[in-house]
């Protein structure tokens, strides 16, 4: 039976098939679903784990006690991951184990552009990557026997348009595996320097040998038609080759990306007149052609930045792009924007008030960043804020210290926030952090964390208690305000910036996305009171804008939160009814 699956659900079904045991991963687009849709496989335990570390260690002590794992993130959290993912290329595994780090070329929804396929070279371990939903789900399983014949962790590499796109994949039995006794070897899993110098020799032998495997393996194939030019390309680039050229050059696809085979190439650069190499990111590929002296064609024509597409490959060829229809109309712009009735406005609005100095972080808060609010100074990698705000502090001290502060999500503050926090307590500096606690993991789609209560299948867990954890590391001052009020938010924040201590003020109020989230009555506007002052679009509320000089409601998008009633000094926006 064949079924349509997005490539996470298949690398989910892969799972399953393959026997797999225990995932755990933290959320990250575009790898999100592949854990959600593990989850819905009973005889999968799953889990969403504070961080990629974490998560990379779980699917390690799994695999240590015999059983297959996995974890998943996205390119990012694999720079998280990356502390225990270079010692367990030493280590290797007892149960096969497999990490998904899914790429996001052009940066859908990510801060850089980072090509993963330097960590499977750095660390030494191997790399397979798929062209669409069919392969993902069998390079799943072809992972898993390599990972335990090979003794070795392996990666697939995922990228946004693989993740996201539909193709058929057929569906198999699921096959069990023994759990095996669990048998001590220290020498093999403690990796204290005497053990460890024993095994980097393994390491390089264990490329050796997967590159052997590369050469035969029916995961990079050769499609051999003209002799005028041969392509080479793996992932989505060999979808975009097939779909321009269809049968009519020649092309390696590479589905082991590390090690790559030498004598595979080097034949079929042989038997073409010119040799391209397409490949997203980094030039990883043609670097491997020039040590091999083989000529080609790459990075000159394909450019290190952005995602390809069919367009980029018939410009670079000089193929005649295909007639299209489009409309004569611009198309308007919609930037990125917090959603009507966002609890993270009100308190970016008292910020941006105040011209406080505020080091962002990553979620979908970082869009208080946009204007009007501006409410940002910097983003740069989850924690960030809270370690950044310190340091900010230690350089500028009492000439920043009263008027800067960090925001950081929930989920993100259980993520790496919490560590940055302990160092502010014990280094002693007088910074305030302000954790946006809106009850979930937003900005990949709503997943639970732990501080919501629940687990990955909506069932009752402990719930993190956040006033507590902040007390417990040593910050004294630790108060809940409500976003919806800002005369509360710009009290406590102006008092805490005051106060000659560290603090926290969590802002408190659940997404309005939320589903139990009740919304009320939209706001109305008094046309009689209203002057067009124009006060209420500094929120930057999508569900205000002006029309004849007077402020309008759309009444689709207002959830009646309030804060715009609480900025109009003449009592335009009118409550509606409760």
Known sequence: MKKLMLGNEAIARGLYEAGVKVVSSYP?????EITEFAAKYDEIYCEWAPNEKVATEVAFGASLRGVRSACAMKHVGLNVAADPLFTLSYTGVNGGMV?????????????????SRHYAIAAKVPMLEPADSAEAKDFVKAAFEISEEFDTPVLIRMCTRIAHSQ?????????????????????KFIMAPANAIRRHPFVEERTRKIAELGETSPLNRVEMSSADKGIICAGTCYQYVKEVFGDSVSVLKLGIVNPLPKKLIEDFAAKVDKVYVIEELDGIIETHLNNLGIPCVGKELFPPIGEFNQT????????PQPESVSTDNPVPVRPPVMCAGCPHRGLFYTLAKHKITCLGDIGCYTLGSAAPLSALDSTLCMGASVSGLHGF?????????????CVIGDSTFMHSGMTGLVNIAYNGSNSTVIILDNSITGMTGHQQN????????GEPALAVNLEALCRSVGIERVRVVDPYNLRECEEAILEELNAEAPSVIIS??????????????????NKDKCVGCRQCMKLGCPAISIKDKKAQIDFTQCVGCDVCTQLCKLGAIEKGDR
């Not at 058929?168 to 048998?183: F, N």
């Open 99 to 115: 990490i998904f780090v899914a790429d996001d070329p052009a940066m859908h929804s990510s801060q850089n552009e980072q090509d």
């Open 393 to 405: 502090n230690k350089a500028g001290g009492k000439d920043t210290e009263g008027k800067t502060v």
């Open 508 to 525: 408190r109020r659940p997404c309005m996305l939320l589903k139990y989230v009740k919304k009320n009555t939209p706001v109305t506007v």
């Open 167 to 187: 193709n058929a994949v057929e569906l198999c039995d699921r096959v069990e595996k023994e759990l095996p006794a669990y048998e001590k070897n220290p020498q």
């Open 450 to 457: 732990p501080t919501t209560g629940y687990n990955i299948k």
């Open 28 to 32: 990250g687009t575009p790898s999100t």
């Open 312 to 319: 980029t490959i018939r410009a670079a060829f000089g193929v």
